[in-house]
């Protein structure tokens, strides 16, 4: 005779651990032999009963059960979402009932929740700004920050090096005006990000070159100019004791714009320069934040002189002088001839010449000799 063995279904009830990104589709494996006259169910991670041998048991026609050979009693399901992670049972009903475990885990790509995020902030110089990139992902996402140069849209970005959902700059100054950046990854692609535009106002800065001052002679023109920095843009002006002055026949007054988009330069061009022109000129910049203004000296320049004079060098002998001092003019007297004690010679009477010579006398005799010297 023949017996009949019944052998009890045997499966390997290793618990499985399978992984799938969010969208994707995934094999949940169970395995059994010899069967027999059991049945294979499957359970989801909220008890709740999904199939009956190869029967669907609920109404969600992601889910089937897939038996490419006879021993294989496979869950499919399509359209992963994330509420369908979990620990799913597949069950042979035997007694005690046996049972495989597979943990199915599902990947999140990261997401940033823009309603829930900052777009753009506006704020003072001295402030806080407090930036937030509200993500959602599985994993947990990093958030890593960056700024880069609103002003250069092809620009690298510099990473500033702190992590989180949270970024607050605190005490901002002008210089923080720019494109904030968070980049969010979690290693399951792709990887985001939002860039955050900050906004920084102040009151109106006035620059002015060094020295602060500029000379021009009379009857020329000159251009006075001056750089404001400010956000919003300021309010531009130049004026003269108080007083704005005006575009006019006298006046030129342009705006033009850096590149610096927070700066421009106000140039004032004065024409015929007067006396009544030198002096200090205001260039004024304003907005709601404040006012700033600096002052440019304008003075005279003397104009060259065109003449030139000539120095003369003139020796003037003094007559009376030249009267009382020993001057020998012409000394082709006798060398025998007897002299006083002036140096003149005795005449035939034997008397002396001085004598006989009045002051007058010698004078003229002086103012001959002197003649005679200019017409050498």
């Known amino acids: 005779s023949v017996t009949a063995v019944s052998m009890a279904p045997k499966f390997n009830n290793t618990p499985e651990h399978v992984t799938v990104v969010e969208g994707g589709r995934i094999i949940l494996p169970c395995s059994v032999e010899f069967l ?29 059960v897939e038996r490419p050979y006879i021993k294989i009693w496979n869950l499919l399901i399509r359209d992963v979402r994330y509420n369908d992670s979990g620990t799913y049972e597949c069950r042979v009903n035997t007694s005690p009932i046996q049972i495989k475990k597979v943990t199915l885990e599902v990947q999140v790509p990261p997401t940033i929740l823009s309603q829930l995020s900052s777009d753009k902030i506006v704020l003072e110089e001295g402030q806080s700004a407090t930036l937030i990139c509200n993500v959602t992902g599985i994993p947990q996402p990093n958030v890593t920050w960056y700024r880069r140069n609103y002003r250069s849209p092809g620009s690298s970005k510099e990473r500033i090096g702190l992590e989180g959902e949270v970024l607050i700059i605190h005490n901002v100054t ?16 792709p990887a985001v990000s939002k860039a955050i535009r900050v906004v920084v106002d102040y009151r109106p800065e006035v620059v002015l070159a060094n020295p602060k001052s500029i000379g021009q002679q009379l009857g020329k023109e000159t251009i006075l100019d001056c750089q404001i920095f400010a956000h919003p843009q300021a309010v531009t002006n130049w004026e003269k004791n108080g007083k704005p002055l005006v575009k006019n026949d006298k006046y030129d007054i342009d705006v033009f714009k850096n590149d610096n988009e927070n700066s421009v330069t ?61 001057v020998l003019i012409d000394d082709r007297r006798p060398k025998n001839q007897k002299h006083d004690k002036n140096n003149l010679p005795f005449n035939q009477d034997g008397q002396s010449e001085h004598l006989g010579r009045n002051t007058g006398d010698r004078v003229r005799g002086m103012e001959d000799f002197v003649r005679g010297v200019d017409n050498k």
């Open 266 to 326: 106000l140039a004032l061009r004065i024409r015929d320069l007067a006396p009544a022109d030198y002096g200090g000129y205001e260039c004024v910049g304003s907005n709601f934040l404040g006012e700033d203004r600096e002052t440019m000296i304008l003075y005279e320049i003397k104009p060259p002189s065109t003449t030139t004079e000539s120095t003369t060098t003139t020796t003037t002998m003094n007559i009376m002088d030249l009267a009382n001092t020993n």
């Open 174 to 189: 002008r210089h923080c005006d720019d494109i904030y950046e968070c980049f969010v990854d979690n290693g399951v692609p």
């Open 36 to 64: 027999g006259e059991q049945s294979v169910i499957w359970v989801n991670p909220r008890k709740t009963l999904i199939s009956h041998a190869d029967r669907r048991m609920i109404d969600d026609h992601r889910i089937s």
